[in-house]
Nanobody, 120 residues
Framework: QVQLVESGGGLVQAGGSLRLACTAS????????MGWYHQAPGKVRELVAQ???????NYADSVKGRFTISRDNAKNTVYLQMDSLKPEDTAVYYC??????????????WGQGTQVTVSS
């Protein structure tokens, strides 16, 4: 069984920074794409940023230039550095990963979510 555990959320003032981390645990062959999504109250869950196993990245237009996604494959961990935070970034942030098991089947997993609140 694969688990994704997030950390690093919290309360910050507008213009501040936070760094989220998500570590995958369990037994698996490898992790393919990893990403971060967010969901604000009453809204759908949306992609924030994604990174492939070789480091190619993709960002939502709303966070380009402010957020940076990275990963440490040796630690099975993905990070999201969030700078110049805005009140509209307030949401629950979820980690997501495509994990390939030892039978080479790929399954998609979600973390439990971590709250990010940006005050004005």
């Amino acid at each position: 069984q694969v688990q994704l555990v997030e950390s690093g959320g919290g309360l910050v003032q507008a213009g501040g920074s936070l760094r989220l981390a998500c570590t995958a645990s369990g037994s698996f062959f490898r992790i393919n794409a990893m990403g971060w999504y967010h969901q604000a109250p009453g809204k759908v869950r949306e992609l924030v940023a994604q990174i492939t196993s070789v480091g190619s990245t993709n960002y939502a237009d709303s966070v380009k230039g402010r957020f940076t996604i990275s990963r440490d494959n040796a630690k099975n961990t993905v990070y999201l550095q969030m700078d110049s935070l805005k009140p509209e970034d307030t949401a629950v942030y979820y980690c997501n990963a495509d994990v390939q098991n030892w039978s080479y089947n790929t399954y998609n997993y979600w973390g439990q979510g971590t709250q990010v609140t940006v005050s004005s």
